[in-house]
């Protein structure tokens, strides 16, 4: 429908966590503006924002999602931090889901700068990031998941569901799908039992649409670079 987000990724060289000295970090925040929905007023939308980030930390809780090693600059002692926020401009129905595709879009245009790591006379290390801009490195986001939820409306299930479905609706199971059709997480939510029987309808129902919609996002992605270098003139 309606739902609109902004998400921007941000990278800064930091100390690794000493559990995993030779990984990089992915750590979300997400924020609801005031205008995305009355409810959103004052401290409304911090459940919904935790809610989100915890469902983004859960689908990129697979160490195949995001190559975090090629993260990693010195290892035990620099690495690679990447702040993904989300903004929610305005709820519409889906959020969870256009979220994902917001995160994994953001994702394929970022670009980490170039470092060199030079040993110096003392024997210690010193990193000189690159101020090229062209000097740099994509990520691997082949196997980034967009999430499919599906929405339990009586005793049917609607997927992309509106505002209006999504309050007249009893549960919602959330499913994080790769380009292979790889399922990373799996996340129930509200107050409605869901059968094992519908479970596995749902998941394969999901996995299907997730690899469709993983492509479409790709090739969305893809056509709208490609028209940004083919632009020419003074004010492009």
């Not at 939308?45 to 990693?72: K, P, V």
């Not at 959330?174 to 997480?185: N, R």
């Given at each position: 429908?309606?739902t609109d987000v902004l998400v921007g990724v941000k990278a800064e060289l930091d100390a690794p966590e000493s559990s995993q000295p030779n990984r990089g970090r992915l750590e979300f925040f997400v924020d609801c503006?005031?205008?995305?929905?009355?409810?959103?007023?004052?401290?409304?939308?911090?459940?919904?924002?935790?809610?989100?980030?915890?469902?983004?930390?859960?689908?990129?809780?697979?160490?195949?999602?995001?190559?975090?090693?090629?993260?990693?600059?010195?290892?035990?002692?620099?690495?690679?931090?990447?702040?993904?926020?989300?903004?929610?401009?305005?709820?519409?129905?889906?959020?969870?889901?256009?979220?994902?595709?917001?995160?994994?879009?953001?994702?394929?245009?970022?670009?980490?700068?170039?470092?060199?790591?030079?040993?110096?006379?003392?024997?210690?290390?010193?990193?000189?990031?690159?101020?090229?801009?062209?000097?740099?490195?994509?990520?691997?986001?082949?196997?980034?998941?967009?999430?499919?939820?599906?929405?339990?409306?009586?005793?049917?299930?609607?997927?992309?569901?509106?505002?209006?479905?999504?309050?007249?609706?009893?549960?919602?199971?959330?499913?994080?799908?790769?380009?292979?059709?790889?399922?990373?997480?799996?996340?129930?939510?509200?107050?409605g039992s869901l059968h094992p029987e519908s479970i596995l309808d749902i998941l394969q129902t999901a996995q299907e649409i997730g690899?469709?919609?993983?492509?479409?996002?790709?090739?969305?992605?893809?056509?709208?670079?490609?028209?940004?270098?083919?632009?020419?003139?003074?004010?492009?």
């Amino acid at each position: 429908a309606n739902t609109d987000v902004l998400v921007g990724v941000k990278a800064e060289l930091d100390a690794p966590e000493s559990s995993q000295p030779n990984r990089g970090r992915l750590e979300f925040f997400v924020d609801c503006t005031a205008n995305a929905d009355p409810e959103f007023e004052g401290r409304g939308g911090e459940d919904l924002a935790l809610g989100i980030s915890s469902a983004l930390s859960q689908a990129f809780s697979s160490s195949n999602c995001l190559d975090l090693c090629s993260l990693c600059v010195l290892p035990g002692q620099q690495v690679w931090l990447l702040y993904v926020d989300v903004l929610i401009l305005e709820c519409g129905g889906s959020l969870l889901d256009a979220v994902s595709l917001a995160v994994k879009a953001a994702l394929m245009n970022t670009k980490i700068p170039a470092v060199t790591v030079n040993t110096t006379e003392e024997g210690s290390s010193e990193i000189e990031v690159s101020d090229d801009p062209y000097d740099v490195n994509n990520l691997e986001v082949s196997k980034v998941p967009c999430i499919v939820t599906l929405t339990r409306v009586g005793h049917q299930f609607v997927v992309d569901a509106t505002k209006e479905e999504q309050a007249c609706s009893i549960g919602h199971l959330s499913v994080a799908v790769t380009e292979s059709g790889s399922l990373t997480a799996v996340r129930k939510t509200g107050s409605g039992s869901l059968h094992p029987e519908s479970i596995l309808d749902i998941l394969q129902t999901a996995q299907e649409i997730g690899i469709n919609l993983n492509q479409q996002l790709v090739e969305k992605v893809k056509l709208e670079s490609s028209v940004k270098k083919d632009r020419r003139g003074f004010l492009t």
